[in-house]
């Protein structure tokens, strides 16, 4: 040391302490990427992987290896390695390294349902379900939403409506799906051309009710409790009529009415 200008050292009884100068370490935190999604049959990745704390000194750096991958449901550590470049030293850093989490959820199963709704012609009719994702599921029907599911699927062939049928689709890696879709089927309305022609009849003083016969029009057919006959000028010479009436608890609705020669 020097003394100030106009500083006699004689006049000072000086002792010098020397103190020490410490250069610490760096606190550097690694951090890798928490990453989600749903199940898709696809791996998981997330390579970002971020740096705080003290950070790395001026122009130092590292390089980063990340290989966590998850692909099916579950969780897993976003593993990584990391590489200090730039001339960065180990020895200048205090690094803690943090894993982030990789998580996969169930997928969704991707699907088309539909109503039935339909007119009665004598075929069994039900709802429509149609899995797309993932291939091949089979869905499974029940009646009662805490029944029994089979992979059969309820038909309904006489008039109904609003019938509720379930469904259920499950797969692994997938969240399952449980709703219902409704079957209605309508009265099929009465047309002439599902009546007979009726042969003339003779004359008998009587009146006469001869017998009406239904034509199969594809899968329907008219029983006997789908109607009821009312005959009308059917005594005397000339022509006669029958209206066939539909019944409520039939699976067709209106009337018809058919002329006969008498």
């Known amino acids: ?25 760096r606190l550097v935190t ?5 990453a989600s999604k749903k ?22 750096n590292a390089s980063y290896s990340v290989s966590g991958t998850q692909t099916s449901v579950g969780s897993s550590l976003n593993d990584f390695t990391y590489t200090l ?14 894993e ?34 993932p291939s091949g599921l089979v869905p499974r029907y029940s009646l009662s939403q805490n029944g029994s599911f089979t992979d059969v699927l309820p038909t309904f062939t006489n008039v109904c409506n609003d019938v509720v049928v379930w469904y259920v689709l499950e797969a692994d890696q997938y969240e399952a799906v ?13 047309e002439s051309r599902m009546i007979n022609a009726i042969a003339d009849q003779r004359y ?35 022509q006669g009529a029958v209206k066939v009436s539909a019944t409520e608890q039939g699976n067709y609705s209106g009337e018809v009415i058919v002329y006969f020669n008498i």
Request: charged share 20%; proline share 4%; with cysteine.
């Open 100 to 133: 982030g989490k990789l998580t996969v959820t169930e997928g969704d199963i991707v699907y088309t349902a539909e109503d039935c709704n339909a007119v009665y012609d004598g075929k069994g009719h039900s709802i429509f379900v149609n899995p797309t994702t």
């Open 204 to 238: 008998t003083g009587l009146e006469i009710t001869p017998k009406v016969g239904f034509a199969d029009i594809g899968n329907r057919k008219i029983i006997p409790s789908d109607y009821t006959l009312t005959y009308s000028n059917n005594r005397d010479v000339g």
């Open 1 to 25: 040391y020097s003394p100030a200008r106009g500083t006699l050292a004689e006049n000072y009884n000086i002792t010098i302490d020397e103190g020490i100068l410490e250069v610490s370490k």
């Open 39 to 60: 199940f898709d049959g696809t791996p998981l990745v997330e390579r970002t992987v971020s740096v705080s704390g003290d950070g790395w000194a001026q122009g130092e």
């Open 85 to 98: 470049t730039n001339g960065a030293k180990e020895e200048n850093y205090l690094i803690t390294k943090v």
């Open 30 to 34: 690694l951090t890798s990427a928490n």
């Open 178 to 190: 449980t709703n219902f879709a409704k079957v209605t089927i309508k009265k099929c309305p009465l």
